[in-house]
């Protein structure tokens, strides 16, 4: 029998299991690098054992919270993985729950494919999209990447980002030419960004792919942090520059009810 001023302490050691713990270490890694590393990368970065790395990231694979770029031996955190995530957004509500609604009414409105999408390290990513009711219309696929500095979703979500944050950012952004278009410079970014900033959209001028257009606005928090972004994507011909200022004022709006499901407001806090 214990006596009352006896305390048990468990053996901690004993309820802990190592490749899960190894395997968490592994998601945590590639979590930092969202180009992907390769599996020797990991090993050798976090000191494991290459047989170990093997067996933990083939089980992600196949479990799908991990994916490997196509023709090359990266991996990185796959939509599984992510969905997990932004799953906890607003005390265990989804984005994507409090998003659909807007998310058609802004697709039936303009006819164009809408999209839902987050930013892990200066990379965006789509969670969900719906598809436009034209019969020639811009494929957009939950998963689907976005390359922060030449999309409207990532400027979006990068311009209402807190300053301290924004700033240890931009430097490890890669501001990849994709297009004519794409800004390539910081100085010239940091000009875009403000402008988003000031007018509460972001506009995407055929910097990602030719011929293709969008407009995006940032979804806030209860706490007033932009953790998604709303985003209408079209041909260029569908989507003129003087449809532009009319365009991105309905997606604020759009994302603005968003927010307010999430517990946040139309117009987050930028410190």
């Known amino acids: 029998m214990i006596s009352g001023s006896t305390r048990v302490r468990p053996a901690t050691a004993a309820y802990r299991v190592p490749a899960l ?5 592994v998601l945590e890694y590639l979590g930092r690098h969202p180009g992907g590393r390769a599996m020797i990368e990991i090993a ?31 991996l990185r955190l796959g939509r599984k993985t992510l969905a997990l ?31 839902l999408s987050v930013l892990a390290d200066g990379e965006g990513f789509v969670l969900e999209a719906v598809p436009g009711t034209h019969l020639f219309r ?7 990447r976005q390359p922060g500095h030449a999309s409207a979703s990532g400027k979006a979500i ?3 980002l807190p300053r301290r944050e924004l700033e240890a950012l931009l430097p490890r952004l890669r501001l990849v030419r994709l297009t004519r278009n794409t800004i390539t410079t910081r100085a010239r970014l940091r000009r875009e960004l403000e402008s988003v900033r000031d007018q509460g959209y972001a506009v995407d001028r055929c910097e990602h792919v030719d011929g293709a257009m969008c407009v995006a606005a940032p979804i806030f928090d209860r ?20 449809k532009l200022a009319a365009l991105g004022r309905l997606v604020r709006r759009h994302a603005g009810a968003i927010s307010e499901r999430l517990g946040g407001s139309s117009g987050g806090a930028v410190t």
Do not use: W
């Not at 713990?21 to 270490?25: I, Q, S, W």
């Open 44 to 74: 050798r970065d976090l000191g494991l054992p290459k047989n170990a790395v093997f067996r933990i990231t083939v089980t992600l694979l196949r479990s799908g919270y991990l994916e490997r770029e196509d023709g090359r031996k990266r």
């Open 223 to 242: 706490q007033g942090l932009a953790v998604a972004s709303l985003t209408v994507t079209a041909p260029a011909g569908r989507m003129p520059r003087g």
């Open 21 to 25: 713990e190894r395997g968490l270490a």
């Open 158 to 160: 990068l311009a209402h």
């Open 138 to 144: 811009c494929a957009v696929d939950p998963g689907m």
């Open 85 to 115: 995530g932004y799953a906890a957004l607003g005390e265990g509500r989804s984005v994507v729950g409090h998003s659909l609604e807007s998310m058609r009414a802004l697709r039936d409105g303009t006819g164009e494919t809408v999209c």
